[in-house]
């Protein structure tokens, strides 16, 4: 896709669409900071989530940095019962999904309220995912409006309000 066609506002919208509940993709790992960090789950889950630490012990963060590929949040182990507690925030099914193309890593997961995802579902995410992780790999090929909108949006995304 030529650099003129990247619409992020579109990109992340289209997530949105497909995850009710919100979705948390972090782009191009390093050690363990994305370069890119974009969230949408409810504010609520947010707070309760940063304020109770709980990202040392989120098995889905866990699985993205020991696996790659899709794993529903109904097959992991979940011995601090994270995801038991994300129901409670709406948040009751969901997935990840964890790649590594050429040296880089990026994660994320989707979440519904109502159902699990369906595997065409999840097939349509990923390579979306896919995608976006690819059209961002190279930060030096991409225009520097498109590195700019991708940190606001970063920002914007993760912190709405900010």
């Not at 963060?61 to 529903?72: I, M, P, S």
């Not at 994320?108 to 390579?127: N, Y």
Request: charged content about 20%; proline content about 6%.
């Amino acid at each position: 896709m030529p650099p003129e066609a990247f619409n992020l506002s579109q990109i992340l919208s289209a997530f949105n669409d497909r995850a009710a509940s919100g979705y948390a993709m972090g782009l191009h790992i390093k050690f363990t900071t994305p370069t890119f960090f974009f969230q949408s789950y409810p504010r609520a889950w947010l707070d309760h989530y940063s304020h109770a630490g709980l990202l040392i012990s989120d098995p889905t963060v866990l699985w993205c940095f020991e696996n790659t590929g899709v794993c529903r949040w109904s097959d992991m182990e979940d011995p601090a019962g994270i995801l038991a507690k994300a129901a409670e925030y709406g948040m009751k099914y969901g997935f990840v999904y964890a790649t590594i193309a050429g040296d880089s890593l990026s994660m994320s997961g989707f979440a519904r309220p109502d159902r699990e995802f369906s595997d065409d579902e999840i097939a349509e995410l990923v390579t979306r995912f896919d995608h976006l992780h690819a059209q961002t790999r190279d930060q030096q090929a991409l225009p520097p409006e498109t590195v700019a909108e991708l940190k606001k949006m970063s920002i914007i995304v993760t912190h709405p309000g900010v």
